[in-house]
């Protein structure tokens, strides 16, 4: 069964200092994989896709870079401001189609002032 | 920018009580979803949509399930006899192709009685 595990399940960080979100995966075949922000009530946004290839992509202060090998991948908020509080929840496809994500449980990220 | 929309925000129902979650993907977009979020757990993949029938559905889209195009821009999840565990927030997703980023509604919040 496709799994996604995130961690840490949560962390409070001041403003303006930056934090590492970290997935691991057992996907296979693996097609891409995806970070998306979900405020509170809404839904998911997304931040950055990376297929096989790819190693780091990034969205602004949204840094995301894949490891295919040890499959694990790694969100970087820099900077972090008030408004980054959510959840950021790391999505993989296999390489059967895109029909089928397979969602973490997210990260959730409170930023205080 | 275009956006997915659905409606109603919120429904209450009764158990046994059928209700229609309704969506209007984005107009270009030709692969259609939904999933659901039970309160406090993760994204979860129901069923997805193209070229007029299913493509793929997941173990929770039973009998009680249906999805519908019925004209040119609305995307339907039908729940036939609501259950109490049927609560959660229902998400329609739409993406151009189906390797592509699927963006996100806002979720309808279903609660059954």
């Known amino acids: 069964k496709n799994q996604v595990e995130q961690s840490p399940q949560s962390l409070i960080i001041l403003e303006g200092k930056n934090c590492t979100l970290q997935c691991n995966y057992t996907v296979s075949p693996f097609s891409n994989l995806r970070w998306y922000k979900q405020d509170t009530g809404r839904g998911p946004v997304s931040l950055t896709i990376m297929t096989f290839s790819e190693n780091t992509k990034s969205n602004g202060r949204y840094t995301a870079t894949l490891d295919a090998d040890t499959k694990q991948s790694s969100l970087h908020i820099t900077a972090s401001q008030l408004s980054d509080s959510a959840s950021y929840i790391c999505?993989?496809?296999?390489?059967?189609?895109?029909?089928?994500?397979?969602f973490g449980k997210g990260n959730q990220v409170v930023v205080i002032p | 920018e275009p956006e997915v929309t659905q409606t109603p925000s919120h429904q209450v129902t009764q158990m046994g009580q059928e209700v229609i979650l309704r969506c209007v993907p984005i107009s270009n977009h030709l692969y259609f979803y939904w999933y659901r979020q039970i309160l406090g757990q993760k994204v979860e993949f129901l069923v997805s949509f193209y070229n007029n029938e299913i493509s793929e559905k997941s173990e929770i889209f039973d009998d009680q399930f249906s999805v519908e195009r019925p004209d040119g821009s609305n995307f339907t999840l039908k729940i036939r006899s609501t259950k109490l565990e049927d609560s959660a927030m229902y998400f329609c997703a739409s993406a151009s192709e189906s390797t592509d980023t699927q963006y996100f509604g806002p979720g309808t919040r279903l609660t059954v009685l």
């Open positions: 999505v993989v496809s296999d390489a059967y189609g895109n029909n089928r994500l397979a």
